[in-house]
């Protein structure tokens, strides 16, 4: 009986061993997908910019560095729709705690179609700080993307020249009115000059 007790408190060892060699496993495995680096945007899937055709717009990104205890580099790629989509800049320094803002031009081609959508990935990935002295370290990338619509190009409204408001016609009678006294006084001390 000794000897099952003993066995069974080896296999219960064993399991606990093996279920935290699982575990270490898992989070080494998801430890990519915790992210330190963000990138916000106004625009997204749901929320599309729109533009007529020929047309060109900035999208300003948001990048920020929350965990990282020192300056990083972050550097960009446009993954999709590089044909009517390009960033300003490759590569931004964020400093820790720090928010940098980088720019996606966005031009629409002349000839694009009401209702045609484009689809804009991007991607910004952590430059390693350390590269050429060995060793292992971890780089963070964040993908995000968003779709541009083609509209119709708005009706320019030409501004409406106000009619005249009642003030005013009122005080252009007024003045013409004066004018018209003084005139009239003019006139008759001319006339009365010339008698004497």
Same mark, same amino acid.
């Given at each position: 009986?000794?000897?099952?007790?003993?066995?069974?408190?080896?296999?219960? !060892?064993?399991?606990?061993?093996?279920?935290?060699?699982?575990?270490?496993?898992?989070?080494?495995?998801?430890?990519?997908?915790?992210?330190?680096?963000?990138?916000?945007?106004?625009?997204?899937?749901?929320?599309?910019?729109?533009?007529?055709?020929?047309?060109?717009?900035?999208?300003?990104?948001?990048?920020?560095?929350?965990?990282?205890?020192?300056?990083?580099?972050? !550097?960009?790629?446009?993954?999709?729709?590089?044909?009517?989509?390009?960033?300003?800049?490759?590569?931004?320094?964020?400093?820790?705690?720090?928010?940098?803002?980088?720019?996606? !031009?966005?031009? *629409?081609?002349?000839?694009?179609?009401?209702?045609?959508?484009?689809?804009?990935?991007?991607?910004?990935?952590?430059?390693?700080?350390?590269?050429?002295?060995?060793?292992?370290?971890?780089?963070?990338?964040?993908?995000?993307?968003? !779709?541009?619509?083609?509209?119709?190009?708005?009706?320019?409204?030409?501004?409406?020249?106000?009619?005249?408001?009642?003030?005013?016609?009122?005080?252009?009678?007024?003045?013409?009115?004066?004018?018209?006294?003084?005139?009239?006084?003019?006139?008759?001390?001319? *006339?009365?000059?010339?008698?004497?």
């Amino acid at each position: 009986m000794y000897h099952w007790l003993l066995n069974m408190k080896i296999n219960e !060892k064993n399991k606990i061993m093996k279920n935290l060699l699982i575990i270490g496993i898992l989070t080494l495995m998801l430890l990519p997908f915790i992210s330190a680096i963000g990138v916000g945007s106004s625009y997204s899937n749901d929320i599309p910019l729109e533009l007529y055709p020929g047309e060109g717009r900035s999208v300003f990104l948001s990048l920020q560095n929350q965990d990282i205890e020192e300056e990083i580099t972050l !550097k960009g790629n446009i993954l999709k729709g590089s044909e009517i989509a390009s960033l300003n800049r490759e590569s931004y320094q964020v400093p820790y705690l720090g928010n940098v803002k980088a720019e996606i !031009k966005v031009k *629409i081609p002349v000839n694009a179609s009401i209702g045609q959508e484009y689809e804009v990935v991007y991607r910004f990935a952590q430059v390693p700080s350390g590269e050429g002295k060995g060793g292992a370290s971890f780089v963070q990338s964040v993908q995000h993307g968003f !779709k541009v619509r083609v509209i119709e190009k708005p009706v320019e409204e030409q501004p409406e020249t106000p009619a005249p408001s009642a003030e005013g016609i009122e005080a252009v009678w007024w003045i013409l009115g004066i004018l018209v006294i003084v005139a009239v006084i003019v006139v008759l001390y001319f *006339i009365f000059r010339q008698r004497k």
